[in-house]
């Protein structure tokens, strides 16, 4: 969580722009953790809710497996509408031991964009 003055969060020192159509992009579904990184899934074309859906059953408890943290390991996600559609949560919701979201890019709470960040500079 970050702490701010009232009425500070839209100042433009506060605010991170995002493209998110356009350009070209490959799409990469990984994982991490405290002990080690697990593969890259590369993903061709759009990942809709299926795909993400099956992603999470072919990688997510081998991943955890082979970094040693099976079976008390956490899946760290935001809001996305992927990872909030029905057969994804109830899946997740059977599946992990433990689900935590945060908001839709946050910068300040998803670790991901440190290695962003890390491979822009």
Known sequence: MVWRKPNSELEMKNITSSA???????????????VGVGNL???NGMMDKYMYLCILKQ??????E???????????QDNDPKH?????????????????????QSIDLNPIENIWDHLNN
């Open 41 to 43: 899934h590369f993903i």
């Open 84 to 104: 909030n559609a029905h057969i994804c949560r109830l899946w997740t919701l059977y599946q992990c031991p433990q689900v935590i979201r945060i908001s839709t």
């Open 66 to 76: 082979k970094m040693g943290i099976l079976p008390h390991y956490k899946l760290y």
């Open 20 to 34: 998110k159509h356009g350009g070209g992009s490959q799409i990469v579904w990984g994982c991490m953790s405290a």
């Open 59 to 64: 990688n997510l408890k081998q991943r955890a």
